[in-house]
């Protein structure tokens, strides 16, 4: 859709100004001549597009299996994300994962998206449990600063950004996906005395 803007997408692009950030962000950084209407059109007309191509997704490697690992375990789950409501329930569906959160958290449930630490707080108060007996999972810079500032533990989701600037900005690991040694070492340590909750993006 920017090629009809003379706009390029690259990986370094699609990292630093779109991965994410919510659509209003989106749009006012690279097409700022656009109208409040134009853009909004423009918004929608991506996540059009999005729910077009939305079949051919598959979940990340070992998700299935982390999945059935909370339900074992009897872990509360909550999916937070930028994405628009329709966008967030149309994946899930897409994926066959519809039921499997207890609640589903979107910018437009909170008084501000990602970064901000809002929609985590919203999502603990929806699981009725408290940050440190949390663990986010995270793909997205944006993602990792929620969760920290809501003082949750994070861990990063290296499928998109490199594993060290995932740190940087705040997580106490990352991994390449669910499949990851470390992550269920860690998980299987954690599960005995206090872990409640998985909160993922997906």
């Not at 390029?8 to 006012?28: A, C, H, M, Q």
């Not at 939305?54 to 789950?77: C, M, V, Y």
């Not at 009725?128 to 861990?155: C, F, H, M, N, Q």
């Not at 594993?163 to 997580?171: D, R, S, T």
């Amino acid at each position: 859709m920017l090629l009809n803007y003379s706009i390029e997408i690259d990986e370094t692009f699609y990292k630093s100004r779109i991965s994410g950030r919510l659509n209003p962000e989106i749009v006012k950084d690279i097409l700022p001549q656009l109208s409040t209407a134009e853009g909004q059109k423009f918004a929608d007309e991506k996540e059009a597009l999005f729910r077009k191509l939305a079949p051919r997704l598959k979940p990340l490697s070992g998700f299935s299996e982390l999945l059935a690992w909370t339900e074992t375990h009897q872990l509360k789950r909550a999916l937070v994300t930028n994405a628009p409501r329709l966008n967030a329930e149309f994946m899930l569906e897409v994926l066959g994962i519809k039921e499997a959160f207890h609640t589903v958290v979107v910018a437009d449930d909170c008084i501000a998206g990602k970064p901000d630490p809002a929609p985590y707080q919203v999502a603990l108060n929806n699981l009725g449990i408290k940050a440190e007996e949390a663990i986010a999972l995270e793909d997205s810079p944006s993602g990792i600063r929620s969760a920290v500032s809501a003082d949750i533990r994070t861990i990063g989701i290296a499928s998109t950004h490199d594993p060290q600037f995932l740190q940087e900005v705040g997580a106490f690991m990352a991994i390449p996906d669910f499949t990851d040694l470390q992550l269920w070492t860690l998980l299987n340590s954690l599960i005995e005395p206090d872990l409640s909750a998985i909160a993922s993006n997906l």
